[in-house]
């Protein structure tokens, strides 16, 4: 049987302030499978960003255990947790994060770089991910000639060129007007209906109504997890 993608078993995350520690994170248990569309809901300070995080691998947990595909990644350096996250984990976030200098090609080729694959599959693979979401033909323009949607396009591109077993989307549609917001979304959808994991971090109701699952976060403790 396959191990979930994300375990979660009581986990906190804490920091410390004058006079103490504030608890991010409290005691927080979930198991999400692999193919799921989730996303993590809640407030400002409920505890949805350090949840991304954690699971991105961006930060570790004070306490508790995580499992990334069934591997304990709770304790690791940051020089393992760099390496798991290049090759299993593609991020979108809501400012695009891409290179003004560089063209949507090669923004999609910079993963790619820490394993230093030949030049030629390098551009083949980045061809393919812009191929995948309409992009190829935007493959020569700077970001600065692209529209927001079409810098989201790239950048969902640019997490998927590694072939990762897990998407994450710090609000993807956030910088974005209603209707291309919603293209967003049915691209990810669409992604989503050919196996890939994604789980969206947004405190956008109708993002909320987009995606088969809502884990609502308020607190540092989750208050619903729902199917839809």
């Known amino acids: 049987m396959q191990p979930p993608i994300i375990q979660f078993r009581d986990l906190w995350k804490g920091y410390p302030m ?7 994170l409290k005691g927080v ?9 989730v996303a993590i809901m809640g407030p400002s ?13 961006l930060d570790s947990p004070s306490q508790g255990v995580y499992e990334l595909g069934g591997e304990n990644v709770s304790a690791l350096s940051r020089d393992q947790r760099a390496d798991i996250r290049n090759r ?5 976030f809501q400012s695009f994060n891409l290179l003004s200098r560089c063209t949507a090609l090669e923004n999609v080729e910079l993963p790619m770089l820490y394993h230093r694959p030949a030049f ?43 072939q990762p077993a897990l998407i994450l989307a710090d609000e993807p549609t956030g910088n974005l007007d209603t209707r291309t ?3 967003i979304m049915e691209l990810l959808a669409g992604l989503n209906a050919q196996g890939i994991t994604i ?3 947004t405190h956008d109701p109708e993002v909320g109504q987009a995606v088969r699952r809502r884990i609502k976060l308020r607190d540092g403790l989750i208050e619903v997890d729902e199917v839809a």
């Not at 004058?18 to 991010?24: F, L, P, S």
């Not at 248990?29 to 569309?37: K, L, T």
């Not at 299993?88 to 979108?92: E, H, L, Q, R, S």
């Not at 323009?141 to 079409?150: C, E, N, R, Y």
């Open 18 to 24: 004058a006079g103490g520690r504030v608890d991010a």
């Open 29 to 37: 248990s979930v198991r999400i499978e692999a193919g799921e569309f």
């Open 45 to 57: 300070g409920s505890g949805k960003s350090t949840m991304m995080h954690i699971a991105g691998l």
């Open 88 to 92: 299993k984990i593609g991020f979108v």
């Open 120 to 162: 030629p599959d390098r551009r083949q693979r980045a061809l393919a991910a812009l191929r995948l979401v309409g992009m190829e033909a935007r493959a020569a323009h700077l970001p600065t000639k692209l529209s927001g949607g079409q810098q989201q396009r790239a950048a969902i591109a640019r997490a998927l060129v590694n």
């Open 181 to 183: 917001g919603q293209e």
């Open 199 to 201: 789980i969206i971090v």
